[in-house]
């Protein structure tokens, strides 16, 4: 997973599938993120091949800290099959989302670092 990191941004990058070790993955970012005072967490998932309910479960759960902490997570890059479990489940009500990272980009800035997190 990437973490890039900007001055009061982040944007994670999952990669391959978020089940139930890729959202496992996932929900321990928001422990590291929630004490940091960032404005947005971008979640691009245009990496992201499946997402299953445990996925979804820890999307929710980082909207959910995000709100919690006044942070806003924004989701952008949905392929087709992930935007469709979206809109099934109708989490594409509760969630913002970008058709992309770069209708998005020039709201947050430009990157400042790269950290690759295994």
Known sequence: ???IERHEEVVLQ?????DAVG????HQQWATLAPRQYKAWIIDLSRVEFIDSSG???LVSGLKVATHTGTQLVLCGLRPSTRLVF?????DQAF????????IEDAFGRVQEV????
Do not use: D, H, K
């Open 1 to 3: 997973m990437a973490l």
């Open 14 to 18: 999952p990669q391959g599938r978020l």
């Open 23 to 26: 959202g496992a993955a996932l």
């Open 56 to 58: 979804l479960v820890s």
């Open 87 to 91: 809109e099934i489940t109708q989490l």
């Open 96 to 103: 913002s989302i970008f058709e992309n990272y770069e209708a």
């Open 115 to 118: 950290l690759q997190i295994a």
